[in-house]
T-cell receptor, first 111, second 114 residues
Framework: SQQGEEDPQALSIQEGENATMNCSYKTSINNLQWYRQNSGRGLVHLILIRSNEREKHSGRLRVTLDTSKKSSSLLITASRAADTASYFCATAKAAGNKLTFGGGTRVLVKP | SAVISQKPSRDICQRGTSLTIQCQVDSQVTMMFWYRQQPGQSLTLIATANQGSEATYESGFVIDKFPISRPNLTFSTLTVSNMSPEDSSIYLC???????????FGPGTRLLVL
């Protein structure tokens, strides 16, 4: 069964706007990872945040983690049409362990 | 990171047949995993491919249906046996490098069973 739930399931925004998606999980974790998938292809790793971290940045991406609420958020700033994709969170109970994926958020960025 | 290739990239198969998917990595990795992504769904772990020993399967997946081999540190195969239309999915392998935490994914194999 999936550990994480993501919301919204789908998001439609205009180019230049920010996109925020949330991920909730059920059990304690070692780390949480965010991935992007374009049109049913392979997954591209975006960012990893460890359980002792609260926020990480990578370019236009900002990830937060609240272990007390068992939730994480991914913010994409100044979105571009090329950001159109499905975004998945995945949790690992231990470092180097298997991942449990959330349901994903489909993001459409309109030019 | 690692460069991961999968063969075939896609296939259309008849029910009752079997398909073997290959996953090749350009460097030695510690862990290899196989995932399934059914149409419009998220990823579900099938099994952990163990080098030189039997794979470790997740609940709901069995060796007779999804036999896995991992003869060395850079290569693994997943076979989808006695296929039915419900097996139509994208199958992805992923790897962990050394003691890293980040899982890298292959491009996936898109399977359609008629």
């Amino acid at each position: 069964s999936q550990q994480g739930e993501e919301d919204p399931q789908a998001l439609s925004i205009q180019e230049g706007e920010n996109a925020t998606m949330n991920c909730s999980y059920k059990t304690s974790i070692n780390n949480l990872q965010w991935y992007r998938q374009n049109s049913g292809r392979g997954l591209v790793h975006l960012i990893l945040i460890r359980s002792n971290e609260r926020e990480k940045h990578s370019g236009r991406l900002r990830v937060t983690l609240d272990t007390s609420k068992k939730s994480s958020s991914l913010l994409i700033t100044a979105s571009r049409a090329a950001d159109t994709a499905s975004y998945f969170c995945a949790t690992a109970k231990a470092a180097g362990n298997k991942l449990t994926f959330g349901g994903g958020t489909r993001v459409l960025v309109k030019p | 990171s690692a460069v991961i290739s999968q063969k075939p990239s896609r296939d259309i198969c008849q029910r009752g047949t079997s398909l073997t998917i290959q996953c090749q990595v350009d460097s030695q990795v510690t862990m290899m995993f196989w995932y399934r992504q059914q149409p419009g769904q998220s990823l579900t772990l099938i099994a952990t491919a163990n080098q030189g020993s039997e794979a470790t399967y997740e609940s709901g997946f069995v060796i007779d249906k999804f036999p896995i081999s991992r003869p060395n540190l850079t290569f693994s195969t997943l076979t989808v046996s006695n296929m039915s239309p419900e097996d139509s999915s994208i199958y992805l392998c992923s790897v962990l490098i050394r003691s890293g935490e980040t899982q890298y994914f292959g491009p996936g194999t898109r399977l359609l069973v008629l």
